[in-house]
């Protein structure tokens, strides 16, 4: 979708694309990056890891994590639909109304977008209540709040914004789809209702969504950049509430995104405000970051570059993402590429590169095996060249006065704004290559023996205390901790100068202090370790069952179907009434 739209403007008046497709195209595009992406890659993050930083075996709510798994799967699915059925969303990812409404989109593509973001946001909610659960209640002996590691933290701070976020864009769609397929007037004007509801409802959400993109993202950093500077994370109590106070700012500066839509010089003023005072807990982090490298004995592997070059992208997102608090200067570049460059800046200069960071860090930990850190190191100096070729321009060409959400810009911007469209999208064929690098990683490496050692990076948190890959209970015995950095300080000690000593000959590996490998387990995960008695809870499909009823719920809506709306309901009622009843344990479980 990204190269489609790359394509379209590579001239002012490219022919690849209709403006229908167009509009289609950088929806989807906007909706798959946001929705389909990067929020269940970082929720994957979460289900995987959170247990084992906190010393759990598993999440509190393990058949509600499938069934949000199937959520967000079935709503995925049920979106991309619609491009077979009569055409996708064209509204864009935001789908202000009334331009999303029937006489201007008359398809059924907003009700497959607004139906299909419903279901997703199921597995969101459904998820978060599970982590929050997880991380509150089975946390390790001895880990408090504060000895947890930086990305459980900002785990826990994502699942309360997603919490109370996810009912608000809930009803905005429900009041969307009525409007679309029953035809009332939530955000018809011409029945007395106003647009800006649409614009309030969707923003009071959608600001909150950017750290629910962009925290997880900073977590991951957080823990990649003390182990490769070989040093504690520093201020590791300012970094933690940095990322609560964001979580908490971030619901009061909504309408910097509506600085256009005439809120009047009150409001504006407030929120320009409000904008300016959350960078400041998104600098601390920053300061923190690079006084944790300073001075420390830093290995530039592949996760090590990936985290150095979030924090650079990140910070100058962030700075032009400020200059918008300043509402003349927002006014005159809000329908400009200037803010395409600012949030790609943020959340692919972001959320993507931690993301990749966190990938090559801990794919040894899922998989056994190491990534090459050759090829790792070929993908990353393609990937960070081809970003700044493709979002870099944009900033010039925004400023220049291309518009944003047209799929021509016409001659009469002048040459200088096509060259800087020309770069941009070679840049995008540029990070094409580098996933196409990154993917030859994969399968070159999935080919191979699982020859990762168990501690390969000499890591700090407890996650590493477990074979790669762990076996399914995580831990054979909870570990108990002392330590905010557990696993760093069962493997060394300090001298009386302050510098990490082995406890004993090879201090690297997790045989220290009576700790017997991989938390106790004989490393194969395939439970044939004579730990049976270790019980846990026992697979089920009935969250699949139940949650298929879901998109034939949601055609039955669009198509004002009786008889899918019975097919649906009966699925749903009936995996719902076979989940309850069947046991979570088997007869003869210890």
């Keep these: 979708e990204a190269l489609l739209i790359r394509a379209q403007l590579a001239t002012n008046e490219g022919t690849i694309l209709s403006a229908d497709k167009y509009n289609q195209m950088f929806t989807m595009h906007a909706t798959t990056m946001v929705f389909l992406f990067v929020m269940p890659m970082a929720t994957a993050f979460a289900n995987y890891f959170v247990p084992l930083q906190i010393g759990a075996r598993d999440v509190a709510f393990p058949r509600i994590n499938a069934f949000g798994f199937w959520c967000f799967f079935f709503g995925a699915v049920f979106v991309n639909t619609s491009w077979f059925l009569g055409g996708a969303a064209d509204g864009g ?89 029953f035809g009332t007037s939530f955000f018809n004007p011409a029945a007395g209702a106003d647009p800006l509801l649409w614009q309030h409802l969707f923003w009071i ?38 990322g609560a106070a964001i979580g908490f700012i971030g619901w009061g500066v909504w309408a910097h995104h509506m600085f256009a839509a005439g809120l009047g010089p009150v409001a504006r003023a407030a929120f320009g ?25 830093l290995r530039f592997t592949t996760p090590m570059l990936f985290a150095i070059g979030f924090v650079a992208m990140f910070t100058i997102g962030g700075l032009s993402g400020v200059t918008h608090s300043v509402v003349p200067h927002d006014a ?34 899922v998989t056994g095996r190491m990534l090459s850190e050759k090829l790792g190191k070929v993908h990353f100096w393609i990937w960070f060249i081809g970003f700044n070729l493709t979002f870099g321009p944009m900033h010039f060409a925004g400023l ?30 540029v990070i094409a290559l580098s996933v196409l690098v990154f993917t030859w990683n994969v399968i070159k490496t999935q080919r191979g023996p699982k020859d990762a050692p168990d501690d390969p990076w000499d890591a700090r948190t407890l996650e590493w205390l477990t074979s790669n890959p762990p076996a399914h209970y995580n831990f054979e015995e909870i570990p108990v901790v002392t330590h905010r950095d557990e696993f760093w300080y069962r493997k060394y000690a300090e001298d009386a100068e302050g510098r990490a000593v082995p406890r004993q000959a090879g201090g690297s590996t997790t045989e220290v202090q009576g700790q017997p490998p991989a938390g106790g ?39 004002r179907s009786l008889v899918l709306a019975a097919i649906g309901g009966l699925l749903m009622f009936f995996g719902f009434y076979a989940w309850i009843i069947e046991p979570v344990a088997e007869d003869d479980a210890h």
């Excluded at 004579?530 to 055609?555: C, D, K, R």
């Design 205 to 242: 959400f959608g600001h909150p969504e950017v750290y629910i993109l962009i925290l997880p993202a900073m977590g991951i950093v957080s823990e990649i950049l003390p182990v490769f500077s070989r040093k504690p994370l520093f201020g590791y109590a300012a970094v933690a509430f940095a």
């Design 400 to 429: 220049l006065g291309q518009p944003r959400r047209t799929y021509q810009y016409g001659p009469e911007l002048g040459d200088t704004v096509t060259i800087w469209n020309r770069i941009a999208t070679f840049g995008a064929l």
């Design 273 to 297: 405000l409000s904008t300016m005072f959350i960078a400041v807990p998104t600098g601390i982090k920053i300061f923190n970051w690079v006084f944790t490298m300073w001075g420390g004995k």
């Design 332 to 365: 005159q570049q809000t329908d400009t590429y200037y803010v395409v460059a600012h949030f790609h800046y943020v959340l692919f200069g972001g959320a993507l590169f931690g993301l990749m960071a966190g990938t090559y860090y801990w794919w040894p930990k």
């Design 521 to 559: 387990d004989t490393g194969d995960p395939d439970h044939g370790d004579g730990h049976e008695h270790i019980h846990m809870p026992n697979p089920s499909y009935w969250p699949l069952v139940m949650t298929f009823g879901l998109p034939i719920a949601g055609y039955a809506v669009i198509y």
């Design 93 to 181: 990812w935001f789908m202000y109304a009334p331009n999303s409404s029937v006489p201007f989109s008359p398809t059924s593509g907003i009700d497959f977008w607004t139906l299909g973001i419903q279901i997703t946001g199921i597995a969101s909610l459904t998820g978060a209540i599970n982590l929050i659960v997880t991380v509150v209640n089975m946390r390790a002996p001895g880990m408090s709040l504060m000895k947890m590691p930086i990305f459980t933290w900002m785990v826990l701070v994502v699942q309360f914004l997603l919490l109370f976020a996810m009912p608000v864009i809930a009803v905005a769609l429900f009041q969307l789809t009525f409007d679309g397929v």
